[in-house]
């Protein structure tokens, strides 16, 4: 029997996380315009023309719903051959050409209407590149300045909610989310942001509803109504189950727990989790800013709310990003909650850290992190070394271990314990920041150790494995 972190055990659900990820890198709005015409065309008035039409049926850079601008919004024609140099750039995929042309842009220019909407089209497209070239955090900037020249253009303003969302921004609040819904009433992905900002301040019911409009609104987009069948489930189940209980709150955490229970223990789980606040924060230099939700269930309740196996002690719940413990054992074994609050603290740090992307870690450097911040002294691990292990490639481990058996499961962690010890004891903190920052910016595993460590992954399981393996003969010996 193993504990720690489940969510690997919830296997179509990290399928269709993957998947909703998927959809936020490649399906979500995004446009080119048409290039300059090369003759003269008459621009609307700008206080009778339209807003551009978009059309649904291109196809652009891959993307299967793409919305391209209508040729006509091209603007004022004195302008056409620096606008046409700034577009040819970004059609050919010079992103830095394109950025240092725009940064330069006479701001005199910028005072006719016309121009700033063309404009915040180019920003609006250099984002796109910049975010397919080094992730979310890299487009950050350019789709902030497209809708700073044109809050009224709806897909710049979505693209932007995407990048604040996968980052955890701060900038991603109610109000904003509201002016977003106001601009795109069809939309169904602010409607979903909105219900995840509001169940983070365990304001369920409001959730509940915002999803709803969600639902209403995806129409053919299996991805995403898969996804949301999962989140209005498990926001409905939680509320149930959390509705009965009363809570208690600290600077960085609110508990829930059954109110007849006695008030001290809550007092102790909030000691808990407060250290642990500052010492892996330390470690990791790393601190979630928003309060995180720790629920504390009878077993029926944990099992009822998670879906969690009868022998799980302890959950960290991605899409709620909720931690949630079972109050057996709570009561009476302190070193026994501590390490369990420990464990799933670092888990959901790393969610935080991680943002939108948190599902590209492997399970094992996960786990690692987990097992290696925590502190987590678990005496199993010692003992399985002790067996005849069969040492399997971390690369086996980076998915769901839910068709892990029992004895294999315990063998994954004492690999991943031993793996992230080393990765870390070789390369420090720091370089594994830098790795999980690709993470985050959706690179693979190998792409990150060859780009920040200088290794390829393949040498490092190698030489890890050596080490592994001096070990085991060691302790077997």
């Given amino acids: 029997m193993y504990r720690r972190n489940i969510t690997h055990i919830l296997g179509p659900l990290a399928l269709v996380l993957a998947l909703f990820i998927s959809y936020h890198a490649w399906l979500k709005p995004h446009y080119f315009p048409a290039p300059p015409p090369p003759s003269p065309q008459t621009v609307p008035d700008e206080a009778t023309s339209a807003p551009p039409r978009q059309a649904e049926d291109a196809t652009v850079m891959g993307t299967k719903r793409p919305r391209t601008i209508d040729p006509l919004t091209v603007p004022i024609l004195q302008h056409m051959d620096l606008l046409a140099a700034i577009n040819e750039e970004l059609e050919k995929g010079n992103a830095a050409q394109a950025e240092t042309k725009l940064a330069d842009m006479p701001g005199a220019l910028l005072t006719e209407p016309s121009v700033r909407r063309h404009v915040a089209i180019l920003w609006n497209n250099l984002g796109i590149l910049q975010e397919r070239a080094n992730g979310t955090a890299a487009s950050l900037k350019a789709f902030k300045k497209a809708t700073m020249l044109d809050s009224h253009n709806a897909i710049a303003m979505l693209n932007l909610t995407h990048a604040y969302w996968g980052l955890r921004d701060p900038n991603l609040t109610v109000e904003f989310l509201s002016k977003v819904v106001a601009l795109a009433p069809d939309e169904a992905f602010p409607h979903l942001a909105l219900a995840d900002l509001l169940q983070e301040q365990d304001k369920l019911a409001e959730a509940g509803r915002h999803l709803g409009e969600a639902t209403a609104r995806i129409r053919k987009d299996p991805v995403l109504q898969s996804y949301l069948k999962i989140v209005t489930e498990k926001v409905q189940r939680t509320e149930k189950v959390e509705d009965k209980l009363a809570s208690r709150s600290s600077v960085h955490f609110i508990v829930k727990f059954d109110g007849n229970e006695d008030h001290a223990t809550w007092t102790t789980v909030l000691d808990i989790l407060e250290d642990a606040y500052r010492d892996i924060g330390q470690k990791f230099n790393y601190f979630p800013e928003k309060p995180i939700t720790v629920t504390l269930l009878t077993k029926a309740d944990f099992q009822n709310a998670t879906g969690s196996p009868v022998w799980a002690d302890g959950l960290f719940d991605p899409v709620l990003g909720r931690i949630r413990v079972p109050t057996q054992g709570a009561l009476t074994d302190r070193g026994w909650l501590t390490r369990v609050l420990r464990h799933e603290f670092v888990h959901a740090l790393l969610n935080d850290q991680l943002g939108a992307n948190g599902g590209s870690i492997p399970t094992w450097l996960n786990e690692g992190l987990a097992m290696q911040l925590s502190g987590d002294s678990w ?28 004895h294999a499961a315990m063998i994954a962690y004492v690999e991943a314990n031993s793996a992230t010890h080393y990765l ?34 393949d040498r490092f399981q190698k030489q890890w494995a050596d080490t592994f393996h001096s070990k085991l003969q060691h302790t077997q010996s």
Avoid: C, I, N
């Avoid at 010692?382 to 490639?393: A, I, S």
């Avoid at 004891?425 to 920052?437: A, I, N, Q, S, Y």
């Fill in 379 to 406: 005496q199993e691990l010692d003992r399985t070394l002790e067996d005849d292990v069969q040492v399997v490639p971390l690369t086996a481990l980076e998915g769901s271990w839910e068709h892990l058996s029992p």
């Fill in 424 to 457: 870390l004891d070789r390369f420090g903190m720091h370089k594994v920041h830098e790795v999980l920052g690709h993470l985050k910016a959706r690179q693979t595993l190998a792409m990150a150790m060859q780009d920040k460590l200088l290794l390829s992954y």
